[in-house]
Structure formats: C-alpha cells, structure tokens
C-alpha cells in the first residue's frame, strides 16, 4: 500500500512536519493566552493554557488533519474580552499574537539555519528540519491572517469595526466557517490558496532571507 497517496506530506517529510507543527502550534497558542493574561483575562491561564506543555494545546484530529489534506488546528484559546480595560484594542493584539509568534519563530529559525550554514553542525537532517520549522511558520503566520473565521484574521477584523457591523458579522459567522472548510476541502479553494503558497508565502520568505543576510554575511 501506497501511504503517500494519503498524506498531503511524503513520507519521509512526516517526522519534521510533525515537530515543526508541535513548535509552531504550541507557541502561537501560548501567545494567544499570555498576551490575553497580560491584558486582565485570566481564563486561559485558569484551564491550564498559559504553559509551554504540547499536550495543553495540541489537537491530535487537527493534527491527523494536516498530515492528510495538508489543512488543521490546535485547540484555541478561550479569551474573556469582558476581562479587558481596553476590549477592541486588547481583542486585536491578542488575536494577532498567534500568527506574530509563528512569524518570530520563523525569523529565529532562519537566523539559525544561516549561523549554522557551512558548518560541522548542519547536517542534512539538521537542515531539513529547520527548513521545514521555518516553512510552516511562515504557512501558519499568513495563513491565519486571513479574514474568515474562525482565523485570527477574522478576529482581527471583528474587532476593529464597530459594535453594530460585529453583531451582524456574528449573526453570519457560523457561514464563514462553512465557507472557510469548503474551501479548505473543495477545488474552490485553488482560487484562493494557491495565490498564498506561490505568491505571498515566497514573498515573506525572500523579505526575511532579504534582511537577516546582510546582517550575517
């Protein structure tokens, strides 16, 4: 039997998917919770969520998701606004914190992946992994700005506009989310994401490489 044909990730590229997906889920989840607690809301960290532990965040189904049609989640978040002095500015930059974190990771990777370049430390292996770390990191930090629930994009979104157009957009938020899987599970999405992966994705990637070279060479 042919695994691959199951997976959105060869085979071989299983082992470093999966623990580049640990470290990036774990991270944007706990920066979701610590700016939350940082603001007044102490939810998060009353079920357990303001920690660095896998276990507390990562969803194993969302997980198994990804590694089968290349789309999934972590457990979220839980945010009180009610908790904050400030609720739509508080609102924004805890929604953001998520895919920020994954943009500093991949940052932190890259600079890694160049101070290790040409030495005795990068192997292959090494190499591939950090790659990999800074891919999905880049992946994950454009993929959940975008406006659809329940990313963080949408999040964002809802609150910056104001109180009157939220309530509607909550009234209609259960369609995004129907919207947002059709697209993840059906070819409407290559109208959508296939501009992410070869356009903007790439984009970020060579501003970052663009920055950090100069600095190391």
Do not use: C
Not at 14 to 22: E, K
Not at 115 to 142: A, C, K, Q, R
Not at 170 to 195: H, K, M, R, S
Not at 201 to 210: A, D, E, K, Q, S
Request: hydrophobic fraction near 55%; proline fraction near 8%.
């Amino acid at each position: 039997m042919d695994f691959n044909s199951f997976l959105a990730y060869p085979l071989e590229q299983i082992p470093y998917v999966l623990m580049a997906l640990v470290v990036a889920f774990t991270i944007h989840e706990w920066a979701h919770a610590i700016a939350a607690y940082r603001f007044g809301d102490s939810t998060a960290k009353n079920q357990g969520r303001l920690t660095l532990n896998p276990i507390s965040h990562i969803d194993p189904v969302g997980v198994i998701m990804i590694l089968i049609i290349g789309f999934g989640w972590a457990r979220p978040v839980p945010v009180n606004r009610f908790f904050f002095k400030n609720p739509s500015l508080a609102g924004v930059l805890v929604s953001f914190a998520g895919p920020f974190s994954n943009f500093v990771l991949a940052f932190v990777f890259m600079i890694i992946l160049h101070v290790l370049n040409g030495t005795v430390w990068l192997s292959d292996m090494v190499s591939h992994l950090l790659e990999t770390m800074i891919y999905l990191n880049i992946v994950l930090f454009v993929f959940n700005l975008l406006p659809l629930p329940p990313l963080d994009g949408y999040r964002i979104i809802e609150d910056l506009v104001p109180n009157r157009t939220r309530a509607k957009m909550t009234q209609y938020e259960n369609y995004g989310v129907v919207i947002f899987l059709l697209l993840a599970i059906t070819p409407l999405g290559d109208y959508v994401f296939p501009p992410l992966f070869y356009t903007v994705i790439p984009f970020v990637l060579n501003g970052m490489n663009t920055i950090i070279s100069p600095l190391l060479s």
